[in-house]
Structure formats: C-alpha cells, structure tokens
C-alpha cells in the first residue's frame, strides 16, 4: 500500500506539473511606436509629449499588463540629442526619430516585455542609434531583436516556457525580410530551442492606400519593401507559431495558416507626432493573442483604439478598426481569414 501510494503520488505530481506546463499562453500586439522626437536639434519641445509621455498608454496599460507577454515595434531610436543623422535634403520634412532614452520607462511601467527594432528607421543615426537604442531597451529590461549582429534573436522565460522572438525588415542592418532562406534558418533555429516562435516583421508599402495584401512583392521609396505573404507563411512553416506585421501605417488583415496567426500590419499605435493620424491612419488597435501548447491560435481579440496628435491610443467605442480588419481579412484572405465577431474577438475557422 505504501508503494502505491508512493506511485499515485508521484503521479499526482507529475500530472499537475504537465498541466501547468500545458496552459495556454496570452501576448499582447502593438504597432509601431515612436513617443515622440527631439529631432530637429532646433525643434527643442515641440514634438515630446507632455510630463514625459508617462500618460501615453494610459488606456492601454490595464490590457497589456494582463497578457503573459507584450511587444511592439520601436519606430525610432533612443537617443540623446546629437550624433549623425541620416541625410535630409529639408529637415523640416525628414522623418528621423530620436527618443529620449528615460522614455523607455514609458514601455516597461506600462508592461512591455518585447520590442522590434527592425524597421527603417532604426538606422536614422547609423549604428551609433542602434546600438544606444538596443542598450536602453536592454538596461530596462526590455527584451529586443532584429539587428545584423548586433542582436538578430531573444528569448523570455515565461510561466515554465521559453519564447523566442526575432525581426525582420527590409532596412540597412537589419535582418532582412527579403532573404527568406536565412529568415527560415534563424526562426528553424530558434524553434528548435524555444516552447514558441514569434516573428515580427515591418515591410510592405506605406501610407493609406496601402491597405490591402497585394500577394506580391512591395516597393515605395524606390526599394522593394518584401513581399509578405510569402515571408509570413515561409517562417510558419520554418516554425513560428505567431507573427505579426507592422510599416504601412495603416491596419491590414488577418488570417489564420495552418492553425497559426499571421496579422499583416497593425499600423500606427503610439505616433503622437511627426506621423499621419488622418482617417484610417490614426486607428490604433491593440490585439491579444491567445495560442496553445503547439503555438496555434485558440482565440484573441481586436481592441479598438485610435490615436490623436500629441496623445497616445485612446479607447474608440465605435469599433471602426474591428470592422476595418474584418473586411480586409475576408477580401485579402477568404479561405483563411478567422472569424472576427462585432466585439473585436477573433476565433479560428471551423
């Protein structure tokens, strides 16, 4: 009897840790984000936020701060004022971003866990940018990734689980979306040591009537931007369970291959300035994500917000951004595009 109880509770004791191990796993995705600019030298205040942004993800935060995990792109880096910008032909048009370093607390009070630094303007300050802007993110704890060299994968321990994130853009120093074969071999790595894979990705065209997937490679700028459909799938295949999309500035669809969520952009979600906030382009949503033990999407949600100049998201009770998804998806992707219901909840096709 003593044996067998011995037995019954070892098994008792394996079985809960199994359990525990088996609980399904909640992210939280955002856009781009760039809290504000100190660039133009000259400009002094007039792109920062009021009391240092610390109110920019007020309505947010509680949502973020219930995922498991949280992460969005860094448009921009962080800096202290100087260094060598990124040619500009008029300074009063250029789009560079240079954040003040302190703002990172802005990311980590509000929950962030994860930020993609593949974009294209990473690299508004060459590789001094970069590097202070992977330091600050590091010094607070904030994991990042998308960097040739420089930090190209990451990995967060999470409730017993390992998850691996990396970045791609089309963009100097950064991994690039348009060398799909080397794509697949790092996210092939990162499976083989992680419980699952995220992938971000910034590419496609930009500005408002950019919405849809073309299934095709993009330009603008005069360089091809990827062709993300293809990137997407490839790396689901390769072993990433969750991938999310980001750099048109609008929001684009949704769809679910082989049981694993691709969302093609999320567009804008904290831009107060120097970015376009007019129409579609100011929708702002945040999406939870919740995937199971394989990484496949058991169900999530389209948290409707947009965005004001000098604000961050602020909550849209309209629901515009749900409904926008929704047609995107079903035109874009018809066979694979989820179930997205009135209330933003998004749920895999039968």
């Known amino acids: 009897m003593r044996v067998f109880r011995a037995f019954l509770l070892t098994s008792v004791i394996v079985f809960a840790a199994a359990a525990a191990f088996a609980q399904n796993t909640t992210f939280a995705f955002a856009g781009d984000?760039?809290?504000?600019?100190?660039?133009?030298?000259?400009?002094?205040?007039?792109?920062?936020?009021?009391?240092?942004?610390k109110a920019l993800f007020d309505d947010v935060r509680e949502i973020i701060q219930k995922a498991n995990?949280?992460?969005?792109?860094?448009?921009?880096?962080?800096?202290?004022?100087?260094?060598?910008?990124?040619?500009?032909?008029?300074?009063?048009?250029?789009?560079?971003?240079?954040?003040?370093?302190?703002y990172v607390r802005n990311l980590k009070d509000t929950g962030f866990d994860f930020m993609s630094i593949a974009n294209n303007h990473v690299n508004d300050f060459g590789t001094e940018g970069m590097k202070t802007t992977f330091a600050t993110l590091s010094g607070a704890g904030i994991a990042a990734a998308g960097l040739n060299r420089i930090a190209e994968t990451a990995i967060i321990k999470r409730n017993g689980k390992r998850i691996g994130f990396t970045a791609f853009s089309p963009s100097a120093g950064t991994l690039s979306i348009l060398d799909i074969k080397n794509a697949k071999r790092i996210v092939s790595r990162l499976d083989s040591i992680c419980d699952l894979v995220v992938v971000s990705f910034h590419g496609g065209a930009?500005?408002?009537k950019t919405s849809h997937v073309p299934h095709a490679m993009e330009e603008a700028f005069g360089y091809k931007r990827g062709n993300v459909e293809a990137f997407a799938r490839a790396v689901v295949d390769a072993g990433a369970d969750i991938v999310y999309g980001h750099g048109p500035h609008v929001?684009?669809?949704?769809?679910?291959?082989?049981?694993?969520?691709?969302?093609?952009?999320?567009?804008?979600f904290c831009t107060p300035y120097?970015?376009?906030?007019?129409g579609i382009c100011g929708y702002a949503p945040l999406v939870t994500v919740e995937v199971n033990d394989a990484g496949k999407l058991v169900k999530g949600r389209i948290h409707p917000f947009v965005q004001k100049r000098g604000l961050g998201p602020i909550k849209d009770n309209t629901g515009k951004v749900i409904n926008r998804i929704r047609e995107l998806s079903k035109a874009d992707f018809p066979s694979t595009c989820p179930r997205i219901e009135d209330n933003g909840v998004i749920l895999p096709r039968n």
């Open 33 to 53: 984000i760039m809290m504000g600019t100190t660039f133009p030298d000259d400009s002094r205040d007039s792109f920062l936020p009021k009391n240092d942004g």
């Open 69 to 102: 995990v949280a992460a969005g792109n860094l448009e921009g880096v962080f800096m202290e004022p100087g260094g060598k910008s990124k040619r500009c032909s008029d300074s009063t048009i250029c789009y560079v971003f240079r954040m003040p370093p302190h």
């Open 206 to 208: 930009e500005g408002a």
């Open 251 to 268: 929001v684009r669809a949704i769809e679910i291959y082989k049981g694993h969520i691709i969302m093609y952009s999320l567009g804008n």
């Open 274 to 278: 120097r970015v376009s906030l007019a």
